[in-house]
C-alpha cells in the first residue's frame, strides 16, 4: 500500500546536538552508540549550550566533532582533570569527560581517582573495550585473564600482567561520587537502560550534585578480530562476567 | 657477513637492544614505535627477559630508573608527547649517573601533534629536557641498519660514561622496511660488574643511587663531576659523515631521514652540475661543532634542513658563526621535505 | 637500475603487503631497497599506499617526488598519484573499478580487470598479487620466480602460510595478463 510521505510520523531522528561529521569508528564499534546517546541526553535535558566535552587521547579523540556543544581535546590521561579546570572555572557549565579504558584507568589513574574523591561535579563516560583500539590493539589495564592482546600475544597472564582492573569498584570505595555504574550496551535492553544511566549521570550534575561516572563494556571489534555480532555476545557471555553490570554507588 | 632481512627501523631498534643484552625493557604503546614495543612484549619473555607494558610513560622511565640503578642493560622507547612525560625521569636519570638508553620515534608536534615523522624533538632532545644541567648523548640514525648499530652503541655508551643516551629517530625510520645483517649479540656475562649498583651489600659498605644534595656546595661538586663528563664525551664521541664535500661549493647540513633524502638531492644536484655536498651529525649531542667549523671554512654556503622550525639551525650558526651563510629550510607537522623541495632550495642559493 | 614504485589503494587491498614482497624480491635479487608505508589510522577504511625503491646503490630517499611506476587499486590512488609519475614511468591501473583512463600521454599505461582475474584465480584476496605479477611482467626488473619466493618468505613470516598457493597462481597469471 502507498504511503504519502506528509502521513508518515517522524518516529526516530538524528539528536540536535549530533552533527553530520563523518564517523571514524569502525563498523560494529560501540563508541558510536554511545555517543549518540549522549547527544540525545543533551537534546533532553536542553543543556547543549552550556555543555564543554572533554575529549580522551583513543579512537574517540575525534570526540569534539560529534557534538554540537563546546569541546576541548585534552592529553592522554588527563580528561577528568582538563574536565575539573572547566568546571571549577565556570560551575554553571555542564562539564562531560569521554574516556577510554587505557586513558581513565591507565595512564589516568591518579587524575581520574582524585577527581572522583574531590566529588568533583562532572560526568564521567569511562569505555571499557578491554584493549588499546586506537594504537594498535595493545593490552589494557581492563583486559581479560588470558586475552590475546598484541603486547600479551600469549594471553594476559595475571603473573606478570596482573589481573582486570575494576576501576568503577575502587571509586566506588570513595565517599564522594554520588553515582557509579557499569553498562553496556550489545542489546536493545541494556542499551536503554545504559541509555537511562547516562541521563541521570548529567541530570545529577544539572542538579550539582557532584561526581557521576558511568563505565560502558564496549566492544572493539577491530582488534578483538571479531566479527561486531560475535563481539557482542562475547560481551553478553564472557565479558560480563568479569564486569558485573548495575549500579554500584546511587546516592542520587 | 650475516643473513640480510628486510625489517622495519622500529623491530631492528628492539632486535639490536636484545642483541646489545638489554634485560629489562618497561614501554606504554604509542604509535609510531608500536612495533618495537610489540617486537619486545614477543621476544623479551622468550628470552627469559622482562617486558613490562607499564600503566604510563612515567611509571615505565621510572622503572628504568629502578632497573638501571639494579645494574642491568635497561631501556624504554616512546614517541614525542611520551617523551615529554619521561622528563622528570631523565633529569633524575642523569642526576644520578645511571646508564639507560631511551628511544624517541618523533612524530609532529607540538600537543598531540600526529604521527607523521618529524624532528621538532631536537631541543628537547640535546638541550636537556628535564629540569637542570645535564646533557644525554643523543644518537640520529638516518638508516634502518645504522639504527641497529648506533642501538648498539647506545648501551656502550651508556655504561662507559653512565648516563643516560637518546637514540632519536622519527616515524619514518621506524615504520621503513630496508635489508639489514643484524649486529652480533654481546655476551652479557662479559660485561663489567657495576661497583655502584643497589644489587644487595653482601661483603661491602652499602649503595645509594640519588640525584640530590640539600647543601649547595656539595651539589656543585656533584655538578661539577657531570660537567667533567660531559666535556670527555664531547672530547671523545663526536661523530658525523661527510658526503662529497671535497669539492663543493654549497652544502647541506641535516641528520637523521632528512640527511638521506639529501643524499639523494647531492646526487640530483651534482647531476646538473652544482657541487653539492653533505655533512651529517651522527651525534646530536655532542654536536659536531669543530668538523662544520672547519668544513665551513672552505665551503661559503651551508644550508640547513630540518624537520622543525630550525632547532638544529641554531647549533649550526654557533659552531659556524659567520664564517659562512647559513641559510635555512625546514619542513613542519610531519610534512617531509621531499628530494625536489630540497633541490630547489639548494638551487636558491647555489651560484 | 633505478625504480620506484607507489602501491595505491583503500585499505584492506594488500597494497602494504605487494609492496612488502616487491621489496623483499629486490633484496633476494641482490638489489637495495626501502619499503615506505603510509601508517596511522588513515589505514582504518581509508586509503593506504607504500613506496618502494629498488636501486643497485644505497637508496637515498624513500620517498619519491616522481616515481617511475604507479599501481592503482582504486580511483582516488589514480586521482592523487597519476600526475607525479615520472616521464616514462609505468601506470597499472584497476579497471574492474576504474572506469576512466589514463590523463598521462608520456606513460605507458596498462588497465587490467584486476578484481576479475583474482577470481578467476581463485578470489579477489588476491588482486594484490595479480597487479604485481602484472607489474613486474611490463617493468621485467626481477624475474617472476623471485617474486614467487619472496611472496612465499613474507606470508610464512606473517602467519598466512595457507594463502601461499592462492598467491602464487596470482601472481602467474597477473604475470600472464600484460604483454611487453
Ligand atoms: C602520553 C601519551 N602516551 C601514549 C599515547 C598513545 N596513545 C594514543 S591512544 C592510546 C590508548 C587508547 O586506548 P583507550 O584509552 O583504551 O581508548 P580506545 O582507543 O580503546 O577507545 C595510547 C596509548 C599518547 N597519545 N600520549
Ligand atoms: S579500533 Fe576498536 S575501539 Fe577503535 S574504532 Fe575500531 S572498533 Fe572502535
Ligand atoms: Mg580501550
Known amino acids: 500500500m502507498p504511503v504519502d510521505v506528509q502521513d508518515m510520523q517522524k518516529i526516530f531522528a538524528r539528536p540536535d546536538s549530533l552533527t553530520d561529521a563523518k564517523s571514524t569508528y569502525c563498523p560494529g564499534c560501540h563508541h558510536g552508540i554511545l555517543t549518540r546517546i549522549i547527544a540525545q541526553t543533551i537534546d533532553e535535558l536542553g543543556i547543549a549550550e552550556r555543555t564543554v566535552g572533554i575529549a580522551p587521547v583513543g579512537c574517540a579523540v575525534f570526540a569534539y566533532r560529534w557534538y554540537r556543544c563546546d569541546a576541548i581535546q585534552a592529553a592522554h590521561g588527563r580528561a577528568s582533570a582538563v574536565a575539573t579546570g572547566v568546571k571549577r572555572a565556570d560551575p554553571n557549565l555542564i562539564v562531560f569527560s569521554y574516556q577510554g579504558d587505557g586513558d581513565f584507568a591507565s595512564i589516568g589513574t591518579a587524575e581520574s581517582i582524585h577527581a572522583a574523591n574531590r566529588g568533583e561535579n562532572i560526568t564521567v563516560i569511562f569505555v571499557n573495550n578491554q584493549v588499546y583500539g586506537m594504537t594498535g590493539g595493545e593490552m589494557a589495564p581492563t583486559s581479560l585473564v588470558g586475552q590475546k592482546t598484541t603486547t600479551t600475544p600469549q594471553g594476559r597472564d595475571p603473573k606478570l600482567f596482573g589481573y582486570p582492573i575494576r576501576f568503577s569498584e575502587m571509586i566506588a570505595q570513595l565517599e564522594a561520587p554520588v553515582y557509579v555504574t557499569r553498562q553496556a550496551l550489545y542489546d536493545t535492553k541494556h542499551i536503554k537502560e545504559a541509555t537511562k544511566a547516562i541521563k541521570k549521570a548529567f541530570t545529577n550534575q544539572v542538579e550539582k550534585k557532584g561526581y557521576s561516572l558511568v563505565e560502558v563494556l564496549a566492544a572493539c571489534p577491530t582488534n578483538w578480530k571479531m566479527k561486531p555480532i560475535d563481539a557482542n555476545i562475547h560481551i553478553a557471555k564472557v565479558v560480563k562476567k568479569t564486569y558485573q553490570l548495575g549500579d554500584l554507588v546511587n546516592r542520587g | ?351 | ?180
Open chain 3, 1 to 180: 637500475m633505478d625504480n620506484s614504485v607507489v602501491i595505491a589503494g583503500f585499505g584492506g587491498q594488500g597494497v602494504i603487503l605487494a609492496g612488502k614482497i616487491l621489496a623483499q624480491a629486490g633484496m633476494n635479487h641482490g638489489l637495495e631497497v626501502t619499503w615506505l608505508p603510509s601508517y596511522g589510522p588513515e589505514m582504518r577504511g581509508g586509503t593506504a599506499n607504500c613506496t618502494v625503491v629498488l636501486s643497485n646503490d644505497p637508496v637515498g630517499s624513500p620517498i619519491v617526488d616522481s616515481p617511475t611506476g604507479l599501481i592503482a587499486l582504486n580511483l582516488p590512488s589514480l586521482d592523487k598519484f597519476e600526475p607525479t609519475v615520472a616521464a616514462n614511468g609505468v601506470i597499472i591501473m584497476n579497471s574492474s573499478l576504474i572506469q576512466r583512463r589514463t590523463k598521462r600521454k608520456d606513460v605507458r599505461s596498462f588497465s587490467p580487470a584486476l578484481n576479475d582475474l583474482a577470481r578467476k584465480a581463485g578470489s579477489e584476496k588476491a588482486t594484490n598479487m595479480i597487479a604485481l605479477g602484472a607489474y613486474i611482467k611490463v617493468t621485467g626488473i626481477i624475474p617472476l620466480s623471485t617474486v614467487q619466493t619472496a611472496m612465499t618468505q613474507m606470508l610464512k613470516k606473517e602467519g598466512k602460510d595457507k594463502f601461499i598457493p592462492l598467491n602464487k597462481k596470482a601472481l602467474q597469471e597477473g604475470y600472464n595478463a600484460l604483454h611487453e
Open chain 2, 1 to 351: 657477513m650475516g643473513e640480510r632481512l628486510l625489517l622495519r627501523g622500529n623491530e631492528v631498534i628492539a632486535e639490536a637492544a636484545i642483541r646489545a643484552g638489554c634485560q629489562c625493557y618497561f614501554a606504554y604503546p604509542i604509535t609510531p614505535q608500536a612495533e618495537l614495543l610489540q617486537h619486545m612484549a614477543v621476544n623479551m619473555p622468550r628470552l627469559g627477559r622482562t617486558f613490562v607494558q607499564a600503566e604510563s610513560e612515567l611509571a615505565a622511565i621510572n622503572m628504568v630508573y629502578g632497573a638501571a640503578s639494579a645494574g642491568v642493560r635497561t631501556m624504554t622507547s616512546s614517541s614525542s608527547p611520551g617523551i615529554s612525560l619521561k622528563q622528570e625521569g631523565i633529569s633524575y636519570l642523569a642526576g644520578s649517573s645511571l646508564p639507560a638508553v631511551i628511544v624517541n620515534i618523533v612524530r609532529g608536534g607540538p600537543g598531540l601533534g600526529d604521527i607523521a615523522p618529524s624532528q621538532c624533538d631536537y631541543f628537547q632532545a640535546t638541550k636537556g629536557g628535564g629540569h637542570g644541567d645535564y646533557h644525554m648523548i643523543v644518537l640520529g640514525p638516518s638508516t634502518v641498519p645504522e639504527a641497529g648499530q648506533l642501538t648498539m652503541l647506545a648501551f656502550e655508551l651508556a655504561d662507559r660514561y653512565c648516563t643516560p643516551v637518546m637514540l632519536l629517530a622519527d616515524g619514518m625510520l621506524g615504520q621503513m622496511m630496508e635489508p639489514v645483517e643484524l649486529p652480533k649479540p654481546i655476551e652479557i656475562g662479559s660485561l663489567p660488574k657495576k661497583e655502584w649498583a643497589t644489587d644487595g651489600a653482601k661483603g661491602r659498605d652499602p649503595n645509594i643511587v640519588l640525584s640530590f644534595d640539600l647543601d649547595p656546595e656539595v651539589l656543585k661538586q656533584m655538578n661539577l663531576i657531570l660537567q667533567k663528563r660531559y666535556r670527555q664525551i664531547e672530547a671523545k664521541e663526536v661523530r658525523y659523515e661527510e658526503t662529497a664535500t671535497g669539492d663543493a661549493d654549497i652544502a647541506i647540513v641535516a641528520y637523521g631521514t632528512v640527511a638521506r633524502i639529501a643524499k639523494t638531492v647531492v646526487k640530483m644536484a651534482r647531476a646538473e652540475g652544482i657541487k653539492l655536498g653533505l655533512f651529517r651529525p651522527i651525534t646530536l649531542w655532542p654536536f659536531p661543532s669543530q668538523a662544520l667549523r672547519k668544513l665551513s671554512e672552505k665551503i661559503a654556503m651551508v644550508l640547513t634542513v630540518e624537520m622543525s622550525a630550525g632547532q638544529m639551525w641554531e647549533d649550526v650558526r654557533l659552531a659556524i658563526a659567520e664564517q659562512a651563510e647559513t641559510p635555512f629550510y625546514g619542513e613542519m607537522g610531519g610534512v617531509i621535505p621531499t628530494p625536489q623541495r630540497i633541490l630547489s632550495e639548494v638551487k636558491k642559493h647555489a651560484g
